[in-house]
């Protein structure tokens, strides 16, 4: 197979969506690889909307009392800790790429809709906001884990 022949092949292969061409002559051989990129894809996890913010502010206090009892049902309480939760499977991670810092580590302060970790679930990595503010106590799994659906992930002590 000629040089020019070779070159041809490989700007085939790059225009189109074949990823391994693989052609043999003879005692001649030669296997073409497309360099298969895939970018990561990043989506931002926001809580539902509660009653009392989906109430308008002329509601009496007496109605949106209950509604607080949502905002907290997604944050488990354990003694005067607070303990997040995970809102998916997936793959926990505490930082946004190997060599990067981690989002929050044990004794740092937290603000309510902070990033504090993410969660990769079929190929998308979810940023996962924390739901309260105050200081991270533990942090509950290891990096690269694989977690459940109401795993804790995190305990809390409120500020």
């Known amino acids: 197979m000629e040089f020019k022949q070779i070159q041809e092949l490989i700007k ?6 074949i ?9 001649f051989k030669i296997t073409i690889k497309q360099a298969q990129v895939s970018e990561p ?4 996890v926001h809580q539902p909307m509660t009653m009392q ?23 488990a309480s354990v003694g005067n800790t607070f303990t997040i ?10 930082s946004s790429g190997p060599e990067k810092p981690a989002f929050v580590n044990v004794g740092d302060e937290i ?7 993410i969660i990769e ?8 906001e924390s739901e ?8 509950l799994v290891d990096d690269a884990s694989p977690v459940e659906y109401d795993q804790p992930l995190f305990l809390v002590e409120p500020i």
């Open 12 to 17: 085939l292969i790059n225009k189109s969506n």
């Open 19 to 27: 990823s391994e061409l693989a052609v043999e002559e003879g005692d």
């Open 41 to 44: 894809n990043y989506v931002t």
């Open 53 to 75: 913010q989906m109430m308008p502010q002329a509601m009496p206090q007496q109605m949106a009392a209950p509604a607080a009892l949502e905002v907290a049902a997604p944050v």
């Open 85 to 94: 939760k995970s809102p998916m499977i997936g793959t926990f991670y505490r």
């Open 111 to 117: 603000k309510l809709g902070q990033v504090i970790c």
């Open 121 to 128: 679930a079929m190929k998308l990595f979810n940023e996962i």
């Open 132 to 139: 309260i503010s105050g200081r991270i106590v533990k942090v």
